[in-house]
């Protein structure tokens, strides 16, 4: 970066507009006391940014307005613009994002305007710009706010005056780093904003941390019931599959079979058609079994009354029989005849006498017995001799009474005839009615087997009737087991699971007994009452909310604290650097300042040393710092004390150290109003002949009123003040040898 021109227009004793080229090596301005040639130091310093009215000899910032004269009138803003050539680009690896797109220009326009009220607005190439960006541009360009760019008039020695600290700042300024200062500035104020953000945000953490995890334990719980829930369904549907399938194939069963009811009716049936079916047997038993005792009781009769025939007949046929023995002995034998009463009356007699007679002889009674023979013997013959006499009358009775007989044999032989067909007629009604009865028993034979059949099949329905009620009742009773369970499904996992059918149960259940599923899913039923949570939609949408939010905090913390990383990483390679870069730009300034030293006191000598400085801060804590001490010795004298060095001394060794700094990094001007002031001819030259070595690397403006070193100058600058109070400008372009222009 290089200076190019610079315009001034209402700034202090410069009301019109005012351009200084300053693309020469070096430019001298020249004028009488009061001209104004200050106030284009002053101007430059304005326009970099300078805060201090003190610096800029005003007390407010409408101090530096041109406040007019006689005859021109007071101006309400003061405006300097100044134009680098930025044609050899600054490194921007460390420029700020604003300032970043500024830096590729091949030129950049920084203008600054204030106004009666002391505001400024700064610009840079027409765009807008804060303060902080233009002094980060001027730290780009090595030129800083600090002594070593623009020396004020009879200032300076104030390099060699000021703390070691206040020289460390302009050193690190002449060499360029206070980029890093500005950024390490900037990277720790982040980083106080960081842990700032970080504290901050761990609190409002910390504060919705009990709440959340108490929303947390709630979800967890909802979500525990909703697992608990998936857990039901699965096994309603194993479960409800399964029972379906059984029901379905009890209530076909019972419907093959008959429902109890159909069963009834067709018992009641069989029970009327039983009822009809036994009374008929039941009468038709009780008219035969009439018929044939009364038949039976009648044969009877009749059997016996023909028995009474037949005996009677057959007493009568002895009877005759005898009779006609007897009557063929009477006749044929002569026999005689003996009533029957006397021969059985005399038999008796004879018989007890025989008896009476043997006892005699068995007790050897001789006597008796031989009594009892006499007595026997004259019985006989006196038995026999009655008989002879009733003889005749005999036979004529026997004959009479066989012919009784024989009549009245006759007589019974017809009635037994007649009784005979009388007891014949009855036992082919007895037959008849034995056949009709035997045809009945055949005939009641099959309706009793029918009706044991019957009454069989009774039994039989009754017990099937009794099994099917037991089956309805079982069925009923899962049915409604069923029902209830499908309707508490629907109640706790919703309308899902009246579709169970279409889901395929899991493997798992396939042989889990029915009972395990239904304690299974009574125990799941108990999970998920007590897992119960009220108001869960309003939970679960506060758990999200939290959630989101702790998330969204948690985010924020980890990128608060990646940045707050980057930043320590950060402030860790700036100060390196910055260490590293400022303690080899000590040494090499500290090289340059001896050189020049050498060549501006011959015999003399000059160094710079980096010292500690241990300083104790608000909080009483011992800090170190560092800073810059400047240890001269001057040819043949033994003071080494600047402050006890003449004023030229003072601003020979100040010019040789400011120039040092300079030389390292080169900025791309410096003003220098009157620096040459105190020195003497002698070493008016030496300085003309250090601007000379200066000039080679930076635009140098003088500010001047000897003439050795406007020897040195290529281009000339005469200031003028008018009658109107107003600063002029008019230039001598050496090289080009042009005359004087306006
Ligand atoms: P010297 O050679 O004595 O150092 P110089 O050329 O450097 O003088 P300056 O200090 O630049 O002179 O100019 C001072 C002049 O500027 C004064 O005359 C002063 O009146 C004038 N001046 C300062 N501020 C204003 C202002 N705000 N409005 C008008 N004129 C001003």
């Not at 000021?162 to 720790?188: C, F, V």
């Not at 104020?189 to 953000?197: A, D, G, H, P, S």
């Not at 009463?341 to 002889?361: M, R, W």
């Not at 108990?526 to 909310?545: D, S, W």
């Amino acid at each position: 970066m290089k200076l190019s021109h610079i315009t001034i227009q209402g700034f202090k004793s410069f009301a019109k507009k005012t351009t200084l080229d300053v693309t020469h090596q070096v430019t001298g301005v020249v004028g009488p006391n009061g001209s104004g040639k200050s106030n284009i130091a002053e101007a430059i310093r304005f326009v970099l940014g300078e805060q201090s009215m003190k610096s800029m000899r005003g007390k407010i910032g409408a101090d530096v307005i041109f406040k007019g004269s006689e005859h021109l009138s007071a101006l309400s803003r003061a405006s300097v613009m100044m134009v680098i050539d930025n044609k050899e680009k600054t490194e921007i690896s460390h420029a700020s994002e604003t300032l970043a797109p500024f830096l590729v220009y091949d030129e950049l326009v920084l203008s600054r305007i204030i106004y009666s009220d002391g505001t400024s607005d700064y610009t840079l190439n027409d765009a807008k710009v804060r303060l902080k960006d233009v002094q980060e541009l001027l730290s780009f360009a090595g030129i800083g706010g600090s002594a070593h760019t623009i020396i004020n008039q009879g200032e300076a020695d104030r390099i060699l005056l000021s703390s070691p600290k206040d020289r460390k700042e302009a050193l690190e300024d002449a060499l360029g780093l206070r980029i890093y200062h500005m950024r390490l500035n900037e990277s720790k104020r982040k980083l106080e904003r960081v842990k700032t953000n970080v504290h901050e945000v761990e609190l409002l953490r910390l504060e919705i941390k009990p709440h959340l995890s108490s929303l947390e334990k709630q979800v967890k719980k909802i979500e525990s019931q909703e697992e608990e829930t998936k857990n039901l369904q699965r096994l309603l549907i194993a479960y409800l599959n399964r029972e379906k399938a059984e029901l379905d194939i009890l209530h076909d069963r019972i419907r093959e079979k008959g429902t109890s009811n159909a069963l009834i009716h067709i018992t009641d049936s069989i029970h009327k058609e039983l009822t009809l079916l036994k009374d008929k047997t039941y009468d038709k038993k009780d008219s035969s079994v009439l018929e044939k005792q009364t038949l039976q009781a009648e044969m009877r009769s009749l059997l016996s009354r023909r028995d009474q025939f037949a005996k009677t007949t057959g007493r009568l046929e002895a009877e005759k029989s005898y009779l006609e023995k007897e009557l063929n002995r009477e006749e044929e034998l002569k026999e005689i005849t003996i009533s029957y009463d006397n021969f059985t009356n005399t038999h008796k007699e004879l018989k007890s006498d025989f008896s009476t007679l043997s006892q005699y002889i068995s007790d050897k009674d001789t006597d008796n017995a031989q009594n009892k023979l006499k007595d026997v013997t004259n019985k006989v013959d006196g038995f026999f001799n009655l008989n002879n006499s009733e003889e005749a009358s005999k036979k004529e009775k026997i004959v009479k009474d066989i012919e009784n007989i024989v009549a009245e044999i006759k007589e019974h032989e017809e009635k037994a005839q007649s009784l005979n067909t009388e007891i014949n007629s009855l036992q082919e009604k007895i037959n008849n009615i034995e056949k009709d009865a035997e045809t009945e028993i055949t005939s009641r034979y099959e309706e009793e087997k029918k009706v044991m059949l019957l009454e069989s099949k009774l039994r039989e329905l009754d017990s099937t009737i009794a099994l099917i009620r037991q089956e309805e009742g079982e069925l009923l009773l899962r049915k409604q087991y069923f029902d209830a369970l499908l309707k508490e499904g629907v109640a706790i996992i919703g309308q899902n699971i009246l579709i169970y059918k279409d889901s395929v149960p899991e493997e798992k259940y396939k042989d889990t007994p029915k009972a395990d599923l239904l304690r299974a899913i009574e125990r799941s039923k108990l999970r998920i009452e007590e897992a119960g949570v009220q108001n869960r939609e309003e939970i679960l949408a506060e758990y999200k909310t939290t959630k989101d939010r702790d998330e969204y905090l948690m985010k924020e913390l980890t990128d608060i604290k990646d940045s707050e990383q980057k930043l320590l990483i950060l402030i860790d390679d700036l100060t390196k650097s910055l260490t590293e870069k400022f303690n080899v730009g000590v040494t090499e300034v500290s090289k340059v300042f001896s050189e020049f030293f050498g060549e501006v006191f011959a015999g003399g000598k000059g160094k710079l040393t980096l010292i500690q400085l241990v300083k104790v801060d608000e909080d009483g804590n011992e800090i170190t710092e560092q800073g810059i001490d400047i240890d001269v010795t001057l040819p043949n004298k033994k003071v080494k004390e600047i402050n006890m060095f003449s004023g030229g001394e003072r601003a020979l060794v100040s010019i040789s150290l400011l120039f040092a700094m300079s030389s390292i990094t080169p900025p791309p001007f410096m003003v220098l109003d009157e620096t040459d002031a105190p020195l003497d001819e002698t070493n008016a030259q030496k300085y003309g002949v250090m601007l000379q070595r200066l000039s080679e690397k930076s635009k140098l403006l003088v500010i001047t009123h000897n003439r050795e070193t406007m020897n040195h100058c290529d281009m000339l600058y005469g200031v003028t003040i008018g009658v109107d109070g107003s600063s002029k400008l008019l230039s001598i372009d050496f090289k080009k040898a042009e005359g004087l222009v306006e």
